[in-house]
């Protein structure tokens, strides 16, 4: 990324949680949410990470969001609860929606948790990590405001719906699968579209249905799925899932959280822990994790490919190398970082630990 300034991973994290407690998040809850935008960032996925502040912000000011949510757990079977988010931020129903399923799956083995009246939660990622350091295997699904039109349709409908999943590894490490049925993330064409960049060929129509490569008519038209047919097919099942399943908004009735200030999201959300080591010890699972990663490795590569990588595996170490060298931010996420500072009476310095 050219034109970039690099700060310390520790020093966003600052920043941040003293923006969110600043706009009335309690502390624990600004730590949570802090760490979810600047893992984003780590790991690469900048679509997610603190250029988001200023839309969560802009809805906490709206008080659209609840900053105290009462978070209600029903119990729904042996294996299965559904979580009230009460409209809280997202980041904090999801770590709680995760926390419950690797609960209840430590006595089930394999669990499931649908979750109703929840925010926009983050990179889905972040979920996976925290069952991962559990050790279980997960899986997680949300649905979000219209963005892509079912196949053969040219009108936002279904969300990003983003399919996302974890299995912990043995010494050569997890897999870690996080990717949107769309042909890229949503907020990769909000990226480019605060930017006046262009986009590539194929990946969204404008508004009146042709196809576009303006960042900023893609974000405001619809983007298109992945494998064409098959991606809007997954994408209707992550909405059945998410939406239809758990009680939440679904069908195209969950609000922008960009541009919609009418009122809350209603996001749902899916998950699923499950125990490694249901058919055979976990010694074992591992091994065998580790034989399939290193076979995958040692493939024969295609023209023009140097390298195998597993999924996660670009992510983790992009990670590895940003909290030593420092996160690249562009001068507009820089400038919005600023002005939310300013907003909520927090001194901000362009100090880095990467001059």
Known sequence: MSDTTLFDALFLHKLVKNIFQANGIPAEDADVIAEGLVSADLRGVYSHGVVRVPMYCERLRHNLVNREPDIKVRQTSSASKHIDGDHGMGFIVGRKAMSEAVELAQTTGVSLVGVSKSEHFGMSAIYLLQALEAGFISFVYTNSSPAMPVWGG???????????????????????????????????????????????????????????????????????????????????????????????AFAGDVKNPHTDLSGAQNVGHFFMAIKPDLFMPLAEYKNRMDTFIARSKVSQKAKGVTEILIPGEPEARAEAERKKNGIPLTPDVVKALRTEAEIAGIEFSMKSSFP
């Open 154 to 248: 040219r009108t936002k409908f279904l969300g990003a719906s983003p399919f996302a999943a974890a299995a912990p590894g043995g010494d050569l490490g997890p897999f870690v699968l996080d990717m949107a049925c769309t042909v890229t993330a949503r907020g990769k064409l909000k990226y480019a579209a605060q930017r006046g960049e262009a986009i590539a060929p194929g990946l969204a129509l404008d508004i009146d249905g042709h196809p576009t490569t303006d960042g900023e008519k893609a974000f405001h038209g619809v983007i298109l799925p992945f494998g064409g047919m098959k991606g809007a097919g997954l994408a209707m099942l992550m909405e059945i899932l998410s939406g239809v399943m758990t009680g939440a």
